[in-house]
């Protein structure tokens, strides 16, 4: 009796993952490749960077190069005790396009990043802003013409898709890119299907005026992340939000090494979904329930032999349509190598986020440096 009514939620949580998979991600997954057009738009791309010395040598030439005829660079030094600073004037003296902030520590707002966005966003001359992190960089010299063409007079707010390089012979990064993928399809199928979320740092533009008739970053100004998700959850809307997913539009940035800077980076991450809008959180604890117990119950299933053959059946039903969704997603956003290991590496990312989970509600992870 107990197993038959196993079978009969087994069946129920694949049925809800095939609506994800099919209906609302595929929105993405199944959308057609994207035509942008150039609008021209005075755009105000903004770089808030701690210590980022390196990282700013090796992609500055590639920001100062974008193909675009109005837009200015603002480079937020937000107290860094390296030689960022003196970098940044090195450059402004050099580009005429280029807007430095210096950021003192305030003891009210000590090493908090959305404070010195703030300071980068108030001092932007342009409506229209572009946002990714100092240790990205962009995967063409469109960059800025891709993600801007998608600002409109209703569209104010662009989620774009911000990657990590491939490092050749290391499980951890195929995970690390895969989870990219997933979380990806998830923000982009959410916003086609009208339920946009959350959006990346990485990639991100915005309207200044969007930002300030909103106070900014004043609702979670305490939370030390979510300067991306946690403002795009707050002003997102089905009207506002548009996605920009082509190739050249992309940024990357070097993933984590090690297993245990990577788990540090899911628990700064994971820390703000809690502060979602209650629609959002139900849906997201929706689906990692059913990837948790999907596993959980098909294992206790098998090994007890009970109905194996439906239990098999729905199981490789069940990785047949994730496998379509996700490769046709994949194909747009260049990670289909990461598909070969998808039914280990989904085992391993559920075990992960549980892991987190538990290891975050007894300590606070470590945020801005």
């Not at 939620?9 to 959308?31: C, D, E, H």
């Not at 003891?107 to 342009?126: D, M, P, S, V």
């Not at 997201?284 to 098909?298: E, H, K």
């Not at 990785?319 to 194909?331: E, H, M, N, P, R």
Request: glycine share 4%; hydrophobic share 45%; with cysteine.
């Amino acid at each position: 009796m107990i197993l038959t009514i196993l079978l009969i939620a087994f069946a129920v949580i694949v049925g809800i993952q095939f609506i994800y998979y099919i209906f609302i991600f595929g929105n993405f997954s199944f959308a057609k490749k994207q035509q942008l057009t150039s609008k021209k738009l005075p755009v105000s791309v903004i770089i808030c960077a701690k210590n980022e010395a390196e990282n700013i040598k090796k992609y500055f030439p590639i920001l100062i190069a974008q193909n675009y005829p109005d837009y200015e660079l603002v480079l937020i030094d937000d107290a860094s005790t390296d030689e960022t600073l003196e970098l940044f004037e090195e450059y402004q003296s050099k580009y005429p396009n280029i807007k430095i902030v210096k950021v003192e520590n305030n003891e009210t707002f000590w090493a908090n990043k959305k404070y010195a966005l703030t300071l980068g966003i108030k001092a932007a001359k342009n409506n229209n802003l572009l946002f990714t992190d100092a240790d990205c960089f962009p995967n063409s010299e469109d960059w800025i013409s891709q993600m801007t063409s998608q600002f409109s007079e209703k569209k104010s707010v662009v989620l774009g898709y911000g990657g990590y390089e491939k490092i050749k012979n290391s499980f951890l990064n195929k995970i690390i890119r895969f989870e990219t993928l997933l979380t990806a399809v998830q923000y982009f199928g959410w916003a086609k299907s009208g339920k946009p979320y959350m959006g990346v740092g990485r990639n991100l533009a915005y309207q200044k005026d969007l930002f300030f008739s909103v106070g900014g970053f004043v609702n979670h100004m305490k939370v030390r992340s979510g300067d991306d998700d946690l403002f795009i959850n707050e002003v997102n809307t089905k009207q506002n939000t548009a996605i920009c997913y082509t190739p050249e539009s992309f940024t990357y940035s070097e993933p984590k090494k090690t297993f245990s800077s990577w788990f540090n980076q899911k628990r700064r991450h994971v820390s703000t979904a809690k502060l979602y809008s209650g629609f959002d959180r139900l849906q997201l604890g929706l689906f990692y329930f059913t990837q948790l117990f999907f596993i959980l119950l098909s294992v206790i299933l098998l090994v007890f032999q009970h109905q194996w053959l439906i239990v098999l059946a729905i199981v490789i039903f069940r990785y047949c349509f994730t496998w379509i969704s996700l490769g046709y997603a994949a194909g747009k956003l260049n990670e289909k190598d990461t598909l070969l290991w998808f039914p280990i590496i989904e085992i391993i990312l559920i075990f992960t986020q549980l892991n987190v989970f538990f290891t975050n509600l007894f300590s606070k992870p470590v945020h801005w440096k």
